[in-house]
């Protein structure tokens, strides 16, 4: 098995194992496939994770809804897998070479991995994976929601690096592989209310929640990283314990076919130990607006504050992300919905491949039940979420 595979079943398959984190701003079917956008077009069934002042703007005609769903998503932005790929490669000729008596073909691998490691340095990759569950009910005089989201986030990046071929090849402690896996499980219950304020329907919403965290932290050199078992069996395991913190959620119907909506996460933070490094817990928050009729829906996201993702290891911060997310909707009679959208990360301190567009699709229908399925990518990441549930 290639290093590459390794490593994405590694991270993904270790944090799995386990439960899973909540992210800043979480993604779902319905949003991944108009490009991330929520906090403004969220219906009674996303609105959980979205924001819950948006409980209070479903369809007339819904007052349950159940949702059900899976995503994942990895993103390499500068190719390291494929850099520890040829790395192992190199590796494998050199050891050949050395067998053979080819001092000649040694020094050529050995020059090989010294390139390598010349270019590796800053170079990170990450895989999220994500499961969702919520029930919506509306009443009379306001809604809830109760909701279970589980994401997983995990890491990797290679530091202490040394090109001098004694350390390259003898030292354990240089070009070191770091996989860190970060994980939780959130459950939230959703409360929300519609008032009228200059003759405009504002809602408010709050979601009090408790996140349960654990993590994982591999370390090893990357010519003897060699399989599963071995990962397993040497990562160190953590149960970081849990905290309680709450939501925030509000919603102005500016006109009839406009929407501004505010979400503000995590208002309690926390942090925690992980060996010699800290896991902070952030407040994040995002703005939307929306243009919205009953065949057209049209939105866009902005992250106010910088997100930095709940990893400890100092050397994952530029996985940072900020996003401004576009988006746009369009139904056939309920029945069918075809979305599309971009978002880009304009976070400052990341590679310029990390800010390159994701595009995304998506479609939903309503077959006695929803089903929706989208997919984003861009030149170094991809994902996919699908989703099922009902409503009446």
Request: glycine content about 8%; charged content about 20%.
């Amino acid at each position: 098995m290639k290093i590459s595979t390794k490593i994405l079943f590694v991270v993904a398959l270790s944090i799995c194992a386990q439960s899973v984190r909540a992210i800043p701003f979480a993604f779902e079917g319905r949003s991944l496939g108009m490009g991330g956008v929520s906090v403004a077009t969220a219906d009674l069934a996303t609105a959980a994770w979205a924001n819950p002042a948006m409980l209070t703007n479903q369809r007339p005609s819904d007052d349950f809804s159940l949702l059900i769903g899976i995503g994942a998503f990895v993103r390499d932005d500068d190719e390291l897998l494929q850099d520890i790929d040829d790395f192992q490669a190199a590796d494998d000729r050199l050891q050949a070479a050395t067998d053979a008596s080819d001092a000649t073909g040694a020094v050529n691998a050995t020059q090989d991995m010294a390139d390598i490691i010349r270019g590796i340095d800053g170079k990170d990759m990450a895989v999220n994976v994500s499961g969702v569950a919520a029930m919506g009910m509306a009443f009379d005089s306001f809604a809830m929601a109760l909701s279970v989201r589980s994401d997983a986030i995990g890491a990797g990046t290679v530091t202490n690096l040394s090109q001098t071929p004694e350390e390259l090849l003898n030292d354990p402690t240089k070009n070191i592989l770091n996989l860190e896996g970060v994980v939780a499980t959130e459950f939230g219950v959703s409360l929300a209310k519609d008032f009228r304020f200059f003759r405009k329907k504002v809602s408010l919403g709050i979601k009090p929640k408790v996140v349960d965290l654990q993590a994982f932290v591999f370390q090893e050199s990357i010519r003897t990283a060699n399989g599963l078992n071995d990962v397993f069996s040497d990562g160190q395991k953590a149960d970081l314990g849990s905290f309680t913190s709450f939501d925030l959620g509000a919603a102005v119907d500016l006109t009839r076919s406009l929407r501004l909506g505010l979400n503000i996460r995590n208002l309690i933070t926390d942090e925690f130990d992980l060996g010699n490094q800290t896991l902070n817990f952030d407040t994040s928050a995002r703005i939307g607006l929306a243009y919205f009729n009953r065949l057209l829906t049209v939105a866009v996201d902005y992250d106010l504050i910088k997100n930095k993702p709940l990893l400890a290891n100092p050397n994952f911060d530029n996985l940072k992300t900020q996003y401004l997310a576009v988006g746009a909707e369009f139904n056939a009679f309920d029945f069918a919905q075809l979305r599309i959208g971009a978002r880009k990360n304009l976070a400052s301190g990341i590679s310029d491949k990390a800010k390159d567009t994701a595009l995304t699709a998506g479609v939903g229908f309503w077959l006695g039940f929803n089903l929706d399925v989208a997919a984003t990518f861009s030149n170094n990441s991809i994902g996919a979420f699908v989703q099922t549930g009902f409503r009446f």
